[in-house]
Structure formats: C-alpha cells, structure tokens
C-alpha cells in the first residue's frame, strides 16, 4: 500500500497549486502492451489529463525484447503551466 500514500502525498502536493485534482486509477488499456493499473490525473482548470501512466510490461515483447517489468508516465508541462498561471492570476 505504499504506492498508494505516494500517490495521495503526490495529489496533496499537487492540490497545493492545482486545486480539485484527482487521479483515476480506473483506466481501461488501449493497446495490448498495458498491464496492471493505469491512471490519468485531471485538475478542474485543465481540459484534459495533465498526467497519465500505468504498468507496460508486455511493451518490451512487442519488439521481441527480453522480458521486462516496465512502469511509465508523462506530463503535460504546458497544460500544468497555463492551470497554475490561471490559478494565480484568478482567472479561467
């Protein structure tokens, strides 16, 4: 359960500068190569995710790599930066 303080100390930091976050773990895979949990985070000030990730294990197989563990995620750097600065400026 470790991982799940991490991503509720994550989110509180997170709140700090991006009220109304919320990650959800209950993502569905698009592609064969997800495994295990994904997530996307989503702040009320940003129209889409701002963060997404999740477990891709079988990514390696599909190019007949030795098997590996694999864990992944990405930000939207310019979506963050527009909600934090609309934040602070009280705007949209």
Do not use: C
């Not at 190019?63 to 750097?77: N, P, R, S």
């Amino acid at each position: 359960m470790a991982a799940l303080t991490d991503l509720e100390n994550l989110l509180n930091q997170v709140s700090e500068i991006l009220p109304k976050s919320n990650i959800d773990l209950a993502q569905i895979p698009t592609m064969p190569y997800y495994t295990g949990v994904m997530f996307k985070v989503f702040g009320d000030k940003v129209p889409d995710a701002f963060a997404s990730g999740g477990r891709y294990d079988k990514l390696f197989e599909r190019f007949e790599a030795k098997k590996l563990t694999a864990v992944g995620w990405a930000v939207d750097i310019d979506a963050v930066y527009q909600a934090v600065h609309d934040n602070l400026e009280g705007g949209a």
